[in-house]
């Protein structure tokens, strides 16, 4: 018997066939293959679309140097849109005092001195193509967000501006609407403003009058980021 298994063993290597344990010893060693290539290719893959996400947006000094500040040829629709406090908000919560220094740049806010804001390095870009809202430290890309700009009849203006007031709740009204309350608003040109939003969770898609409707959560979190003289760049 012994000898009759060394010839089994000899004959099955001699004419090709496999083992169970040969088959399962190699497909070991593909799947091991395959796992490192995966491993690998992602990791290229990542380290791609880090590169595109923060090369082709993600430096405020390529919007800045040697580009004049765009300023919009003529006033859209939305800037009909005419807005005033709530009397129930203004007296639960009124802004800051430094919050409203500037709402005599609504029209030339890009004018804000860079000093108003020196101690901050954060900056917005909004990307009305893609439908997202991008924020920045500095040249350093720290999140996304999902947004509602205005639609082809009520565009949302293109330029490079700054905040020049903040309101955690305000009244806006215009042709075809009346939202009390609208919930951090943060104005960047006449009556265009980034804000929260709870009358639609449509985004990604454009529903707005013009402003930049964001989740009611979101603008929290960019209204205590962004000081007044924060820059905003709109665009394409």
């Not at 995966?38 to 800045?64: E, M, N, P, V």
């Not at 807005?83 to 430094?98: D, G, N």
């Amino acid at each position: 018997m012994k000898s009759g298994n060394n010839f089994d063993k000899a004959h099955y290597c001699r004419s090709g066939l496999l083992t169970k344990e040969d088959i399962h010893s190699r497909w070991r060693i593909i799947f091991v293959f395959v796992s490192i290539l995966f491993s690998l290719f992602a990791g290229l893959a990542f380290s791609s679309l880090t590169d595109i996400t923060s090369d082709k947006k993600g430096r405020l000094s390529d919007f800045l140097e040697g580009k004049p500040t765009p300023i919009p040829d003529s006033p859209p629709v939305v800037n009909k849109t005419s807005v005033k406090l709530s009397p129930s908000s203004s007296e639960a919560l009124s802004p800051l005092e430094s919050d409203l220094e500037f709402v005599s740049y609504r029209y030339h806010s890009w004018n804000i001195p860079d000093e108003v804001t020196s101690r901050s390095d954060f900056w917005m870009e909004i990307d009305l193509t893609n439908q997202m809202l991008i924020a920045y430290r500095d040249n350093q890309l720290i999140s996304g967000f999902r947004i509602s700009t205005g639609t082809s009849s009520h565009k949302t203006v293109t330029g490079t501006f700054k905040l020049f007031s903040k309101y955690p709740a305000i009244t806006m009204t215009g042709p075809g609407y009346d939202l009390p309350d609208v919930p951090y608003s943060m104005f960047f040109y006449k009556g265009y403003a980034i804000h929260g939003t709870y009358w639609h969770h449509n985004f990604g898609t454009p529903m707005s009058h013009g402003c930049v409707n964001m989740n009611t959560d979101d603008a929290a979190w960019i209204y205590a980021n962004a000081p007044v003289g924060t820059y905003v760049m709109v665009h394409y």
